[in-house]
C-alpha cells in the first residue's frame, strides 16, 4: 500500500471520530505560527512569533529576511505550541499547513516543516488556502456561526465578497480589480511617513480627524460588487505630494478619515446589498483589514439596521496565525477530498476555490 493510500484510510477513519486534534502550521509572510485545536474551535494553544519590529526598519516586510526568520523560529515555536497545549506530538491527528498565496520562501519553510511532521508522526497533511484560514477564523470565536453566510475578505493582498455556501464551499459575489484594501492603506500610510504596518496606524489617526476632504468619486463596474482602490490611492498619494510641493500643511487626521471613510463606506454597502440580495442575514469579516474599528463598528450599524448580524474575529485572530489554518483543515478534513501529497509544492498565487461569480 503506497503512502497515499494508507493516509486516505486515515483520513477516512479520522471523518468518523468525535475528537480531531490538528497541529496547524502558519508561514504565509512575517509570522511564524503553530497552533493545536481540537475540533476546529477549541484552541488549545496558538503560538506566534512576529517579525514586524525587524521590517518596520525597511518600511515593509523583506522577503528574504521573513524567510530566514521563519527556519529561525519554527521549530521553538512548534515545541511551545505543544507545551502550551499540555499534549505530545504522539497524540496530532493531523497536520495542517498554510500553502500559498504568500510568498513563496516564507511558504516553504512551513510547508517542509509540516511534511516532515506529517511523514514522521504518520499522520495526513492538509494543505490550507490562506485565505479560507481568515474566514474560519469566526467558527473558532463564534461557536454558533454556521454556513451560509456572506463574508467580506479584506486584507493586504485580498478584498473580495463571497457567499460561504457551507464550510468548505463559497461563490464569488466580487472582488477587487486592483489593488487590496489592505495594500491601499499601507501605502497612503508610508506616503505621509507612518510607521509600518500602516494600516494600525491609519485607523488610530482617523479617529481624531473629520471626513471633510474627497479624493475621488465612485465607479459604476459591470459587475455591482467588484470594487476599485488604485484610484483612490493615487487620489491620496496626490494630494499629500501637492500640499508639500506648494509647501502647504495639511491636517494628517483629517486625510486618514477621509481616506478610511472613503475606502470602506461603498464595501460596506456592497456586502450588505449581497447580504439583501442572496437571503441570508448573516455577515462575517475575514483578513487582517478586519481589525479596522471604522469597518467593524459601520458594517455593524448598518448591517443591524436592515436585521443582519455581523460576525468578526476577536484581534489575536484577525491577523495571521495558525489556530485559523488548523480550524480550516478540520473543516477541510470533515467535510471535503483532498489529497495528502507529501510533494505538494507552495503556491504564491493563489486564488480561493470559488466559482467563476454569483452572478454567472
Known sequence: MSIEEKMKEKVQ??????????????????????????????????VVSSQIDIHAEYGGVVP????RNHIINIDYVY??????????????DAVAVTYGPGL???????LNFAKGLAYGLDVPL???NHIAGHICANFIDFKDLKPPFVCLIVSGGHTAIVLQETYTTHKLFGSTLDDAVGESFDKVARIMGLKYPGGPQVDRLAKEGKNNIVFCKSHTFDNPYDVSYSGLKTAVINYVHNCTQKGESYNISDVCASFESQAFDELINKTIKASLESGVNKIALAGGVAANSYLRENMTKLAGQKGIKVYYPSMSLCGDNAAMIASAGFYKLKYSDFDCDLT????PTLPLDTSKSFLA
Do not use: H
Open 64 to 67: 528574504e529576511i521573513a524567510s
Open 104 to 110: 513563496v520562501g516564507a511558504l516553504l519553510v512551513g
Open 79 to 92: 515545541n511551545k505550541a505543544l507545551k502550551d497545549a499540555n499534549i505530545t506530538a504522539s497524540e496530532i
Open 344 to 347: 505538494i509544492n507552495a503556491q
Open 13 to 46: 477513519l479520522l471523518k468518523q471520530k468525535d475528537s480531531v486534534l490538528i497541529l496547524g502550521i502558519e508561514s504565509s509572510c512575517d509570522e511564524t505560527s503553530v497552533s493545536v485545536v481540537r475540533n476546529g474551535q477549541e484552541v488549545l494553544s496558538n
Open 126 to 128: 492538509i494543505p490550507v
